[in-house]
């Protein structure tokens, strides 16, 4: 397995790995917004020339913020998810990240179990979001 950063050759895959975990793909602007930040931290994971796994994130010079891991269903329970995290957090904490912060969502048990096994505590915090309408 090698862990490297996003090019924009690898976008195709990326979103074949998202959508074969269910998760949402990202659209190019918004990753093309996130990228003029931070671009050595969305990872991704190859095995042999298969893009198997990848981590999203970001660092806003206060926290570091896990925004999205996947794994392909075909390549999980291999240790894959944990060393795409620490690699980020070898990145994060390279830039001076104190703390780093992830979401998940209160039913994903397994993802529950997954993050706590890896140091991260669940905080009783209450998540509140507000979409914004694009600019006219």
């Not at 925004?67 to 075909?74: E, G, Q, S």
């Amino acid at each position: 397995m090698h862990i490297r950063s996003f090019e924009w050759a690898d976008y195709a895959a990326v979103t074949a790995v998202w959508q074969a975990s269910g998760r949402e793909v990202v659209p190019r602007a918004e990753l093309a917004a996130k990228l003029t930040r931070d671009p050595e931290l969305f990872l991704i994971a190859e095995v042999g020339a298969t893009l198997a796994g990848v981590v999203m994130g970001t660092y806003d010079g206060r926290r570091g913020w896990i925004l999205r891991l996947a794994v392909h269903p075909a390549h999980r329970r291999a240790g894959m998810a944990s060393r795409l995290v620490s690699e980020l957090e070898s990145r994060l904490a390279a830039l001076g990240c104190p703390r780093i912060n992830l979401l998940v969502l209160p039913d994903n048990l397994d993802g529950l179990r997954f993050w706590q096994a890896l140091g991260y505590l669940p905080m009783p915090d209450v998540l509140c979001t507000k979409p914004l309408a694009p600019p006219a």
